[in-house]
């Protein structure tokens, strides 16, 4: 484990969010150093709230779920964005095929391998390999349906037909000043992406109240949805309906996302006092990343698929930015390696103090060339952490 720090307060995060963000908005990583640096940022408002607060709009998220045998073909009453699928027993061969207005259904394509998330428990470590708990979430393109072929002994089947763009406008309460800056980049609060609250809660109660743990260690992912995203915002909203309902998280998985143009999004609720990721110790909220390896370890996502491309040299410097923006508050070496200790139930995992989805569990997140860069990452956010200092 990193050596123990004195607990930093959220003021002194919330401080350090414009004061290194400044320092490193003029040094950016080397893969974007031919970009132009984003404008010194700002640290983001406390949520509108009474006087001066603005509104802005989003579509409300439609979701038609469906489970069992009848989640084997759907046909929805909207155009379905993204299709979310969940599974229990083998992996190989899962395939699902869109439906096409007016035609046959397209063809068959394999379900990809989603990546090992969900909650910590007691027990340690789910081990997610070609049996357990499967997910994938598909974009769609605008289906009217789709049908799902299992592998044979698949079981507790549940999918969900999701829309983020044609729902009912939705207005929702931002800082009179958003969008604001964080590490240099154009930050989203939950409101800005159109998060809805309610999605937190299950019959009445939050289905996965917020816990904070010291921070440890930090773990890289990629999404695995489509690059050159029209709207990623639409797109973060899929993953929250995904991670939050229909895998029965509670919450979007991960503690912040970043798009390829760079802008960040505030994931994992935290609080309501404006600073994004822990609580006013400094603690860090426990997400659903890393199945098994959550309570200490944040997680960052990038939006897209990095199996055979790198992130844009936008998104590649605000996650550079980030990472340098949480270490170097937390007083945390971005070269060390590490032993991470779950406080929750006590396994332990050699790692890197910034590593890859994979460096924990059977997946193939971040995709093969984001993981790939990950020791040149490691030293362009220890040279910009001590640049900042």
Same mark, same amino acid.
């Given at each position: ?17 414009? *004061?290194? %963000? +400044?320092?490193? /908005?003029? $040094?950016?990583?080397?893969? !974007?150093? #031919?970009?132009? &640096? @984003? =404008? *010194?940022? %700002? +640290?983001?408002? /406390?949520? $509108?709230?009474?006087?001066? !607060?603005? #509104?802005?709009? &989003? @579509? =409300?998220?439609? %979701?038609?779920?469906? /489970? ?322």
């Amino acid at each position: 484990m990193p050596n123990p720090q004195p607990a930093v307060t959220r003021r002194t995060v919330v401080g350090a969010i414009g *004061a290194t %963000a +400044a320092t490193l /908005a003029v $040094a950016p990583a080397a893969a !974007a150093a #031919t970009s132009t &640096a @984003p =404008a *010194a940022p %700002a +640290a983001p408002a /406390a949520p $509108a709230t009474g006087r001066g !607060a603005r #509104t802005v709009s &989003a @579509p =409300a998220t439609r %979701a038609q779920s469906a /489970a069992g045998s009848e989640a084997t073909s759907v046909r929805a009453g909207f155009p379905i964005r993204y299709v979310g699928v969940s599974w229990d027993g083998p992996r190989r061969g899962a395939a699902i095929r869109l439906h096409q207005d007016g035609a046959v259904p397209g063809a068959w394509q394999p379900l990809p391998a989603g990546c090992a998330g969900g909650p910590d428990g007691p027990e340690g470590p789910g081990r997610p390999g070609d049996t357990g708990t499967a997910t994938a979430l598909v974009a769609a393109g605008g289906a009217p349906g789709y049908d799902l072929r299992l592998p044979d002994g698949a079981g507790n089947v549940r999918t969900a037909a999701i829309d983020t763009v044609h729902g009912p406008v939705r207005r929702l309460a931002v800082s009179p000043t958003s969008p604001v800056t964080l590490a240099g980049a154009e930050y989203l609060s939950r409101a800005a992406w159109g998060a809805d609250e309610s999605k937190r809660f299950k019959n009445g109660v939050e289905n996965s109240p917020a816990k904070y743990y010291p921070l440890q260690t930090l773990t890289v992912h990629h999404t695995d949805t489509p690059n050159a995203d029209p709207d990623p915002a639409a797109t973060v909203r899929a993953i929250y309906e995904y991670h939050a309902i229909t895998n029965d998280w509670g919450d979007i998985g991960y503690h912040f996302l970043i798009d390829e143009a760079g802008r960040i999004y505030e994931g994992r609720w935290s609080g309501d006092d404006g600073a994004p990721a822990e609580d006013g110790a400094g603690n860090v909220v426990t997400a659903f990343h890393t199945a098994g390896f959550n309570s200490g370890n944040l997680g960052i996502a990038l939006l897209g698929t990095l199996s055979t491309q790198d992130p844009t040299p936008q998104a590649r410097r605000s996650l550079t930015a980030l990472l340098a923006l949480v270490t170097g508050t937390h007083h945390l070496d971005p070269q060390a390696h590490v032993t991470f200790v779950n406080p929750v139930n006590g396994v332990t995992k050699p790692v890197e103090m910034i590593s890859g989805h994979r460096d924990w569990l059977a997946t193939d997140c971040p995709g093969g060339s984001m993981y790939a860069s990950l020791p040149a990452l490691r030293a362009e956010v220890a040279a910009l952490a001590t640049a900042a200092r």
